[in-house]
C-alpha cells in the first residue's frame, strides 16, 4: 500500500475561509454572548443575565418585528408577481440581448442610491405625484415616504429586486430544454397546456428560490428601512442598532440579532434545500 | 347571423405581438430605470435661485451650482479618498486570501465539499446589520475602529464569498489536460501554477477585483458602524444627506457619483467577463 | 536515448471497479506498439500509468530496467500527445513547442534551432507566432507532435491523437506520425480503438479487453491467427460459429459445430473445450452453381438474406439455419436475395479461437 500523502489542499483552504469562518463566528459569538450578557465591550465585566430576553419582547419590538415581516413578504410577494409572468412573456424574444443589461442595472446599484432614487419619485413633491395630481386622480400629495405602511421600503426593494429575479427566471426558464417543448407539442400540447405542465412546474423552484433570497436581503436590510422608512415602527435591524448605540442596551440588541439570525437560518437553509432540489434536476 | 371576421394572416398577428411584447417591456425597464436617475440628474442641476417645485414638471432653470457646492463644501473629496483607499486594500487582501484557497478547493480532491459551500454562505446567515455593530464592539475593543484597516478587514469579509466563487470557477475550468501536458513535458508544480493556472485564471481573478473593488465601494452597513466618525466613505456621506437633514440637492450629487463605478462595472461584465462568473457572482449554485 | 519499456503484472483499481487486472508485456526500444480495445478496456487507463499521471496499485513499470512506479511525471521524460492536443492556450506555437525544452533546462541558445527543426518535421514552417485557436483541427495536433518530439523524450504516448479529424486527414496523419517515429527511432506506445490505424501503423499490437490483455502480436499474426473469439470478432470482421472438438491429425484439427464440421489446418492447436471456428469474410469463395466445391475448403451454404454494395466489393448476409454469415466477394457479382448460395472457405484460412 502507498503511503498517504500530506494533502496540502486542506491548509491552502485556511486562508480564504479560515478568514470568514473566523470572523463569523466570532461576531455571532459576541452576538450570542452578549445577549446573555457574557460580554463587556468596555470594561470587561460579565454577569450572565436573562434580563436582556425577557425585556426584549417588547411592544417596540413587535411592532418592529410585524413592520418587517411585512414588507419583506410584501415585497417579495410583488416582485415575483411582476416578475414571472413577464419572464414567462420574454421566452422567445430576440430583443433579450440588448433587454438583459438593462434590467441588470438596479441591481448593481447599492441600497442607498436606491433608496434615494426612489424616495427622489415618491416623495411629497416627486414626480409620480405631480403626475397623479395632473391627472386629477387624487386631490392632494399622498404621504409615500417615511409613512407607517412602509410603502416607500417595499417600492425599493421591489426597484432593486424585479431585476434580479428576471435574471435567475430567464435562465430558469432558458434551462427547458427545447426538445422537451417540442416532445410535448408533439404530444399534442398547445402553447398555454405547455406553459402549464412544463414550463411552470420546471421554474417554480427557481421562482421559489428567489422569493427566499429577497425575503431574506428585505428583512436584514437596514440603510433603505432606516432612510426610507418610518421612524415608527422601525425595522428590525434599525430597532437593534438604535437599542445598541441610542440606549446603550447592548444586551437587548443582542437578543434581537439572534432573534434575527434564527430567522434568517431558517430561510437560508430553505434557500439550500431548494438549491440542491434545483441542482438534482428537481426529483 | 355570424359576423364576418377577416382573418389575419397568423404570422402577422404574430408578429406584432412579439414585437409589442418585447417593445412594451422594453418600455417599462427603460423607464424603471431611466427615469429614477433622470429625476436625480434634473434635481443635481436645479439652480438654487430658481426652485423647482410643484406644478412645474421640469426644473426651469439649470445650474451646476449644487456640484460645485458639494464639491467644495463637503467632504465629498474626502470620502471618495478614503473609499478608494480601502478598496484598493480590501481588493488586494481578498484576492491573495481568496487565490490559495479557490485552488484547493478548484483543482484539488477534498472532501467535505458540503461544508465548503456553508462556509461560503455563512455571512449571509447573520443579518448585515447584526453583523456590523457586533463586529465593530471587537474591532473597538482591538483598536481597529476608525482606521482604514478596521473598515478594509470588514470589507474583505463581505466580499472573499464572491472572490472565492469566481476564483473557484476559474481553476475548475482549467482542462486537466493541459496541466498533465505541462507534467508531461518536465513542469514542477511550482512551473505549472506559474506557467498554466496563473495565465488561464488571470481573466477570472480581474473579473473577481472589480466585483471586490465595487462591493467595497458601496459597502454601507459596516462602513458606517466602523468607520464613523473619523473616516467617511462614499455611502456614508450619502447616508447623512439622506436622514434628518434630507437635501435633496447634496443627495443627488451623491448619488450620482456613486453610481459611477455601477455605470463601469457594467459596461465591463457586458464586454469581457463571462456568464459563468456573473452566475457565480449573483450567488447561482 | 529511447528505452526499453517492461510493464509487469500492474493492477489499478477505481474503488470496486477493476481498471486493469494485471497487465504485462516488454517493449523494445524503437518499436511501435499500439494498445488496441473498445472503450472501457483500460488502453488510456494503462498509457495514463506508463506516463505517470495514475499510479498502479501494484505491479512494475520499468523504463530500461529502472522502476518508474515513484516517479512523478514530470520526471520521467516521456513525453505525451493528447485526444485534445491540450495545446497551452494562451502561447503561441513556438512558445508552446519552447516549453518542454525550458522545463528540461536546454540551454536556451539551442532553443530556435530546435523548435525551427521540429516545426519543419511536422510541416507547420512558418506560423510560430500563431496562437492556437488560429490553426485548424490537424495543425493543431502537429503541434502537440512537435511538442512532444522537441524534447526528444524516452518514450513517445499517443493518445488517440487522431480521433478529433476526419477519416481522410487521419489516414494522412497516422502514416506521418508512423514515419516521424521511424526517423527518431523512440519507443512509441499509441493507444486507438480504431482497429484500422493499429494495423496499418504498428510493429506490435496489443489487444485488450476488460483490463487484461487478449493478445499480442504483429499485425499480421493478429489478423490471421486471432487468438481467441475477442481479438478474431474485434480485428476485423470474422464469422464465428460454437464448437467442440472432435479429432487432430499431424496438420489438421477437426472439430463439430451445429451445421457440420469443420476442418482448420493449424500448427499449434492446443485448447480442448469453450472453442469456436472463426474464418474472415473475405476468405469465402463462392461456388456458383454446377462448379465444383474446391479441394481442402470447408462448405458453408445457406439462404442470401440481403447483399450490401460497399463500392469495392459486396457484402453477402447468409442464413444458415439460425446463424447469420458475412461473406465479402468482388463487386462484380450479382446475388439476388432469397436464393441460396454455397462457399467454400479453405481449411488454411479457418481457425479455431479460444472463447
Known sequence: MKKKKFEWGYLLLLPGLGYIGFFVIVS???????????????????????????????????????????????????????????????????????????????????????????????????????????????????????????????????????????????????????????????????????????????????????????????????????????????????????????????????????????????????????????????? | MKKKRTIRPRSLTKKLVSFMIPAGVGLIFLAWIVVPIGMAVLWSLVNPDYPWSYPQIFPTNLSTFHWEHVFKYTNILGAIKNSLIVATITTVGCAALALPTAYAIGRRKLIGGETFKIVMLLPMAM?????????????????????????????????????????TVSFESVPQDIIDAAANLGAKPWDRFKEVYVPMIVPGLIAGCIFTFIGSMEEFNLSFIIGAPAIQTVPTILYSYLGYNFLRTNASVVTLVMMVPNIIVLMLTEHFIKTEYLGAALGKM | ???????????????????????????????????????????????????????????????????????????????????????????????????????????????????????????????????????????????????????????????????????????????????????????AIYVTHDQAEALAISDTIIAMNQGCIEQIAAPRTIYDKSANRFVADFIGTANLLRSSFREKDICNVVVDTDIGSFTALDDNYTKLDDISVSWRPEDMIPVLEGQDIPRGCNVVSGIVRNSVYMGDRLDIFMNCQEHVFRASVARDYVIPEGSSIRFAVPFAKTRIVQG
Not at chain 1, 417588547?58 to 417579495?76: I, Y
Not at chain 2, 470589507?155 to 476564483?167: D, E, F, G, Q, W
Not at chain 3, 516517479?71 to 503561441?92: D, I
Open chain 1, 28 to 283: 455571532a459569538y459576541i452576538m450570542i454572548a452578549q445577549s446573555f450578557g457574557l460580554y463587556n465591550a468596555i470594561t470587561g465585566e460579565v454577569s450572565f443575565t436573562l434580563e436582556g430576553w425577557r425585556n426584549v419582547f417588547t411592544k417596540s419590538f413587535f411592532d418592529a418585528l410585524w413592520f418587517t415581516l411585512r414588507t419583506s413578504v410584501l415585497s417579495a410577494l410583488i416582485s415575483i408577481v411582476i416578475t414571472y409572468p413577464l419572464a414567462l412573456l420574454m421566452q422567445k424574444t430576440k430583443a433579450r440581448k440588448w433587454l438583459l443589461p438593462l434590467i441588470k442595472i438596479p441591481y448593481f446599484v447599492p441600497g442607498l442610491v436606491g433608496s434615494f432614487l426612489i424616495v427622489n419619485l415618491i416623495d411629497y413633491h416627486g414626480l409620480l405625484n405631480e403626475v397623479l395630481l395632473l391627472l386629477k386622480i387624487i386631490s392632494e400629495p399622498m404621504r409615500l415616504r417615511n409613512d407607517a405602511n412602509g410603502i416607500a421600503v417595499i417600492a425599493i426593494h421591489v426597484w432593486k429586486n424585479v431585476p434580479f429575479m428576471m435574471i435567475i427566471m430567464f435562465s430558469a426558464i432558458e434551462g427547458i430544454r427545447q426538445d422537451v417543448k417540442d416532445c410535448a407539442r408533439n404530444l399534442g400540447a398547445n402553447s398555454l397546456q405547455v406553459l402549464l405542465h412544463i414550463t411552470i412546474p420546471l421554474t417554480v423552484s427557481s421562482a421559489l428560490v428567489s422569493v427566499i433570497l429577497t425575503f431574506i436581503r428585505t428583512f436584514n436590510d437596514y440603510a433603505i428601512s432606516s432612510t426610507a422608512g418610518p421612524m415608527n415602527p422601525l425595522s428590525l435591524s434599525n430597532l437593534m442598532k438604535t437599542t445598541a448605540y441610542s440606549y446603550n442596551d447592548w444586551v437587548t440588541a443582542g437578543c434581537i440579532g439572534v432573534l434575527m439570525t434564527i430567522v434568517t437560518v431558517i430561510f437560508m437553509v430553505l434557500y439550500t434545500v431548494l438549491g440542491k432540489y434545483l441542482q438534482n434536476g428537481g426529483k
Open chain 2, 127 to 167: 443579518p448585515g446589520m447584526a453583523m456590523a455593530i457586533f463586529l465593530g464592539r471587537l474591532f473597538s475593543q482591538w483598536g481597529l475602529a476608525n482606521s482604514y484597516i478596521g473598515i478594509a478587514l470588514a470589507h474583505i469579509l463581505c466580499t472573499l464569498p464572491l472572490m472565492l466563487r469566481i476564483l
Open chain 3, 1 to 187: 536515448m529511447s528505452v526499453r519499456l517492461t510493464v509487469s503484472d500492474v493492477k489499478l483499481s477505481y474503488g470496486d471497479f477493476q481498471a486493469l487486472k494485471g497487465v504485462s508485456f516488454d517493449i523494445e526500444p524503437g518499436q511501435f506498439v499500439t494498445l488496441l480495445g473498445p472503450s472501457g478496456c483500460g488502453k488510456t487507463t494503462l498509457l495514463r500509468c506508463i506516463a505517470g499521471f495514475l499510479e498502479p496499485q501494484s505491479g512494475e513499470i520499468r523504463f530500461d530496467g529502472c522502476i518508474m512506479n515513484d516517479v512523478p511525471p514530470h520526471k520521467r521524460n516521456t513525453a505525451m500527445c493528447f485526444q485534445s492536443y491540450a495545446l497551452f492556450p494562451h502561447k503561441t506555437i513556438y512558445e508552446n513547442i519552447r516549453f518542454g525544452l525550458r522545463m528540461h533546462k536546454v540551454p536556451v541558445t539551442e532553443h530556435d534551432e530546435l523548435i525551427q527543426k521540429a516545426m519543419d518535421m511536422v510541416g507547420l514552417t512558418g506560423l510560430g507566432n500563431r496562437k492556437p485557436y488560429e490553426l485548424s483541427g490537424g495543425q493543431q495536433q502537429r503541434v502537440a507532435l512537435a511538442r512532444c518530439v522537441v524534447v526528444r523524450p524516452n518514450l513517445l504516448l499517443f493518445d488517440e491523437p487522431l480521433s478529433n479529424l476526419d477519416a481522410k486527414l487521419r489516414e494522412k496523419v497516422r502514416v506521418e506520425i508512423r514515419e516521424l517515429q521511424r526517423e527518431l527511432g523512440i519507443t
